[in-house]
């Protein structure tokens, strides 16, 4: 399984950003798809996460009502729409994929991780 996410940039806060993240790979039906940040300094933290059908998602309640995770299932692809980004979102985002069939929060329940794509979020 190889994972490709993109998508990130550098944006004033206030603004949004959309990632994507693209798999290949995947031979199996049911799994769950996350994304995950590390802000220098810090321990990776979870975002998001969304089943493989899309029926059920999750998020840190740092980024509750701000961010959206949906995934296209026909491209294997997922998907964070992120709005009214802070400077405290600034970090490297990976998606990553887990064979659970339920969203997990926890970063070893994810077996694969992609190579991750810079956001920054200026003051």
């Known amino acids: 399984v190889q994972l490709q996410a993109f998508g990130g940039g550098v944006v004033q806060a206030g603004g949004s950003l959309r990632l994507s993240c693209a798999a290949s790979?995947?031979?199996?039906?049911?799994?769950?798809m996350g994304w995950f940040r590390q802000a220098p300094g810090k321990e990776r933290d979870f975002v998001a996460a969304?089943?493989?059908?899309?029926?059920?998602?999750t998020y840190a309640d740092s980024v509750k009502g701000r961010f959206a995770i949906s995934n296209v299932n026909a491209k294997n692809m997922v998907r964070l729409q992120m709005n009214i980004l802070k400077p405290e979102d600034t970090a490297v985002y990976y998606c990553?994929?887990?064979?659970?069939?339920?969203?997990?929060?926890?970063?070893?329940?994810?077996?694969?991780w992609g190579q991750g794509t810079q956001v920054t979020v200026s003051s």
């Open positions: 990553a994929v887990s064979w659970r069939g339920r969203v997990t929060m926890t970063s070893n329940d994810y077996v694969y």
């Open positions: 790979g995947l031979t199996f039906s049911i799994y769950t």
């Open positions: 969304i089943t493989w059908d899309g029926y059920s998602t």
